[in-house]
Each structure stands twice: as C-alpha cells, then as structure tokens.
C-alpha cells in the first residue's frame, strides 16, 4: 500500500511546473525575505533539548551525478519525509527531479533510473531548492552519510540561491553509534538488511529517504529505551566513548 501511494506520489510530483509547497509566485524579494526569515529562525532554535518523543525532523537523500560539487558534479534529484519522534508522516513527502540538459554518464540512468527526458522536463535548481526549503522550515535534517548531502546542499545553496546552508544534518550513523556500537553495518543496503527495512527502490530519492526514516524510527525507540531524552543525551554520551 504505502509503495503504491509512493509510486502515485512519484507521478504527480516529478515533473516541472508540480509544486510542493512551490513559493515560485513570489516575488524576488519575497523569495529573499523567506530565506533571510529562514536562516535567523534556525539560528535561534535550539534542538538539543528537544525530547526525542517530539522532534520534527525532515529524513532526506539526493541522487547525484557523482561525489564532487565542487568539480561539477550536480543535484538530480532530492527525495524527503518528515517525521515527530520515531513516528514517519507518510503523508508528508517531497520529491523532486531536477532540470539538466548535460550528457548523464550510463551508470547513473541504470543506477538511479532517470532518464534524460525526464530531466529535461523537470524544474530548475534555484526553484526547487527554494520548495525544499519550504517543505523542511525550520525542522532539523537527518540523512545517511550525511557529509555526501551536506557538501552537495551547502554547493547549491550558495551557487543557486546565493545564501549559505544553514540547517543541521544528522547522519544516522549518529543514534546506530549509541544503540548498536558493535555493529559492523556502513551501507543502507546493510543497515535496512539489519533492521528488516524494506527499501523498495533502491537509488531513488524518496525511496531511499522512506528507507532511512525508518531506520532512524528504529533507533530512537531504542535511543529512548537506553534513557536518553534528547539529541544532548546522545551527544554526551557519544562523546564520553573511548
């Protein structure tokens, strides 16, 4: 049921001019105030003493077409959910494919599935950072291996909006590290495997977010069990380690 809601999803939102929560009838400055409004918000909020039980997050993932910004590798695509605690909002997700008109290497169309056509139909970088932000506000980020998405966000935030990337991400290997420290899992591939995640399709953003949210879902019950309340709890205690 929920990888048919997801495929019905897919559908209706990978292509240019679908919005989710698409703010691109604002004016220019509007767009500015938005982000500005954005930043500072995420400066003031202070998610370390948030109860576990209570904090939204936004699990994401990206489909790239390599590991290097910075040597012109690009955004294809951005999948995400939210969540409130361990709970998963399947009714809250986002996805997006991404405008681009350069020559895709083969391994990537087979490894994620787009295709060039579907590329090209889809919306700009600039808009669809500026939905994604909308979608995520002020929430805290979390995703898996989270320094490939970092270095990514914080590329294309400045090189299409102009603005530095404010927001946290957690990686998940943060809560696996304080509720199963001997595991030897690395990969989402391995993780899912250990947690009994069904990923569905793999290499595809919004798959692939579903797939960690529920990872994450796992540990923080677990996280909660071992007494800690807060993401401070987790760090002080990660922090205490050999």
Same mark, same amino acid.
């Given at each position: 049921?929920?990888?048919?809601? &997801?495929?019905?999803?897919?559908?209706? @939102?990978?292509?240019?001019?679908?919005?989710?929560?698409?703010?691109?009838?604002?004016?220019?400055?509007?767009? /500015?105030?938005? &982000?500005?409004?954005? +930043?500072?918000?995420?400066?003031?909020?202070?998610?370390?003493?948030?109860?576990?039980?209570?904090?939204?997050?936004?699990?994401?993932?990206?489909?790239?077409?390599?590991?290097?910004?910075?040597?012109?590798?690009? /955004? $294809?695509?951005?999948?995400?959910?939210? @969540?409130?605690?361990?709970?998963?909002?399947?009714?809250?997700?986002?996805?997006?494919? *991404?405008?681009?008109?350069?020559?895709?290497?083969?391994?990537?169309?087979?490894?994620?599935? $787009?295709?060039?056509?579907?590329?090209? +139909?889809?919306?700009?970088?600039?808009?669809?950072?500026?939905?994604?932000?909308?979608?995520v506000g002020s929430?805290?980020?979390?995703?898996?291996?989270?320094?490939?998405?970092?270095?990514?966000?914080?590329?294309?935030?400045? !090189?299409?909006?102009? !603005?530095?990337?404010?927001?946290?991400?957690?990686?998940?290997?943060?809560?696996?590290?304080?509720?199963?420290?001997?595991?030897? +899992?690395?990969? $989402?591939?391995?993780?899912?495997?250990?947690?009994?995640?069904? *990923?569905?399709?793999?290499?595809?953003?919004?798959?692939?977010?579903?797939?960690?949210?529920?990872?994450?879902?796992?540990?923080?019950?677990?996280?909660?069990?071992?007494?800690?309340?807060? $993401?401070?709890?987790?760090?002080t205690h990660i922090?205490?380690?050999?």
């Amino acid at each position: 049921m929920v990888m048919n809601q &997801m495929l019905k999803f897919i559908k209706q @939102m990978s292509g240019y001019g679908n919005d989710v929560a698409s703010i691109s009838n604002q004016t220019d400055a509007g767009k /500015i105030a938005y &982000m500005r409004n954005l +930043q500072r918000e995420l400066k003031k909020k202070d998610v370390l003493n948030i109860p576990f039980s209570q904090l939204p997050i936004v699990v994401f993932d990206i489909e790239t077409t390599g590991f290097y910004p910075y040597n012109g590798d690009r /955004i $294809l695509s951005i999948g995400a959910i939210k @969540m409130i605690g361990s709970e998963v909002q399947k009714e809250q997700m986002f996805y997006k494919t *991404i405008y681009n008109n350069s020559p895709i290497a083969e391994e990537i169309k087979t490894l994620t599935g $787009l295709t060039a056509n579907e590329l090209h +139909q889809a919306a700009p970088l600039e808009e669809v950072l500026r939905q994604f932000f909308q979608f995520v506000g002020s929430d805290t980020l979390v995703a898996h291996h989270s320094s490939h998405e970092k270095q990514f966000m914080k590329h294309a935030s400045w !090189t299409a909006l102009k !603005t530095s990337f404010q927001h946290r991400i957690i990686d998940t290997a943060f809560l696996t590290k304080v509720v199963a420290p001997e595991a030897q +899992q690395v990969t $989402l591939d391995e993780w899912c495997e250990y947690y009994k995640v069904d *990923i569905g399709r793999r290499h595809h953003a919004l798959y692939d977010a579903v797939a960690t949210a529920k990872i994450w879902s796992e540990c923080v019950k677990k996280v909660e069990k071992m007494g800690f309340e807060n $993401l401070k709890d987790a760090y002080t205690h990660i922090a205490s380690l050999p």
